[in-house]
């Protein structure tokens, strides 16, 4: 069975905490009963191996068990997160899903089926070779959901080395490589999820507070929008031991404010992607942007500049687009990075980049330096057309106290000219709209 060492995991650790959900407490031996309860309830609804499954949910006892359950089960499995707002008979039509669960807020489970018949050669394989298998969604530059899909069997082997057992906050979501990782280090160690009720500063520091989280794993706009927020000077942090960030690129100005206000906290930036996993990595320090990614199954290469990577646990393929690897196995992730050595700093994603006049200016780069200018506590850097350059800097700015537009435009494009090339300073500085934050917690651009 492809979770059995997980399980004896649980097992023997029966009494220690698993799942925090809504001040509740859950033991590994609780967690272990909703598993064999969600087994059972896959065998009446007559859930066969090898069938794509949908779970529409959020962290709580019922869908952890009914995730492990599926997988168990060598299922398909289509992770939908519950407040995000996909087009869920889209994603189940691209899985070829044939059962669709959503976990109710009561816990309980809500089931559709559907008449489908499973035709994709990589899900036959998958069902063939008798591998779960898990569909991650992500957009590629004209929007679309990309479908990667996974060979469970390879993806969760990294997890039967032991680590550290922690008390991790599920913040990253339920259909993300990074909160996928989370769920599965975190009960692999015997350690706690902290399941979330929001996601918003006050309830996430709230959260730390009442169930002493050690590790929040989150993105650089959540951590942002928490400074901005000033909630931390409410609640007592000292838990809390460290905070990993991705997702993004980092502002410099945003960590090294983070560093000041957190000195008992260590930063580490991670890195993923949904085509690979989750890489191991380190930063050079807790105030720095240099990092090692890599580990043990996976090779990094950089070329013109971008960054290549080969993982044994590379997702089986995309169901609804080509093939992004090369014929050696290659994955060119469109991130561009600084090289010292071992050490790599983001620059900024392919798509992300503002070309004014055939120069490239990378947004958080443009973004962290305007952070540094007195009263403004957040910026988004994006682009405009231009009939000359093809392209101009564009800034929107929010401020901590009321001020004239004119005179913090005039602050930032003075304090930009000193810092940067005119190319990259902002032509324009406009006020932030207030939607400018993904369901996901990342910059929209």
């Known amino acids: 069975m492809t979770l059995q060492w997980l399980f004896e995991r649980f097992h023997d650790n029966a009494t220690d905490e698993a799942v925090i959900w809504r001040g509740k407490s859950i033991q590994y031996g609780e967690l272990l009963e909703r598993i064999h309860a969600a087994q059972s309830f896959l065998a009446e609804q007559g859930v066969q191996p090898g069938e794509a499954v949908v779970i529409d949910a959020d962290y709580s006892p019922g869908s952890i068990a009914l995730l492990m359950a599926t997988i168990a089960n060598r299922n398909i499995v289509v992770p939908i997160a519950a407040h995000v707002k996909s087009d869920r008979e889209k994603y189940a039509e691209i899985g070829e899903a044939k059962w669709y669960f959503k976990v109710l807020p009561d816990d309980r489970y809500e089931r559709h089926s559907y008449a489908r018949e499973m035709k994709h050669p990589f899900n036959l394989r998958l069902k063939n070779q008798g591998s779960p298998g898990l569909i991650l969604f992500s957009s590629g530059s004209t929007g679309e959901p990309k479908a990667s899909l996974h060979n469970l069997d390879f993806l969760l082997a990294k997890y039967q080395v032991q680590r550290n057992s922690q008390r991790i906050l599920a913040f990253l979501l339920f259909d993300h490589i990074g909160g996928f990782n989370t769920l599965f280090y975190t009960l692999s160690n015997h350690g706690c999820v902290i399941a979330l009720e929001a996601r918003d500063a006050v309830s996430v520091c709230a959260a730390i507070e009442r169930h002493r989280a050690e590790v929040l794993p989150t993105s650089p706009t959540f951590l942002n929008l928490l400074l901005m927020s000033e909630a931390w000077r409410d609640y ?136 540094e200018v007195d ?71």
């Open 236 to 371: 007592n942090l000292s838990s809390l031991q460290l905070i990993t960030y991705g997702t993004e690129a980092m502002p410099q100005a945003t960590l090294r404010k983070l560093n000041k206000i957190f000195p008992h906290i260590r930063f580490l930036q991670t890195y993923g992607l949904s085509e690979l996993g989750i890489l191991r990595s380190k930063s050079r320090s807790s105030d720095s942007l240099w990092v090692k990614v890599g580990g043990e199954d996976y090779e990094t290469r950089i070329v013109a500049g971008m960054l290549h990577i080969r993982a044994k646990s590379s997702m089986v393929g995309y169901l609804n687009a080509p093939s992004p690897f090369d014929e050696d196995g290659w994955f060119n992730t469109q991130d561009e990075v600084d090289v010292d050595g071992e050490w790599l700093r983001f620059k900024g994603r392919k798509n992300d980049i503002i070309n004014v006049g055939g120069e490239k200016v990378y947004p958080a780069e443009v973004e962290s330096v305007i952070l």
């Open 375 to 445: 009263n403004v506590i957040d910026t988004t850097v994006s682009k405009e057309a231009h009939p000359i350059t093809g392209n101009i800097v564009v800034a929107a700015i929010a401020l901590r106290q009321p001020e004239p537009l004119r005179e913090v435009a005039r602050r930032v494009q003075t304090h930009c000219f000193a810092r940067l090339p005119r190319y990259k300073v902002p032509v324009k500085v406009y006020w932030a709209e207030s939607n400018r934050v993904t369901e996901r917690y990342k910059k929209q651009r």
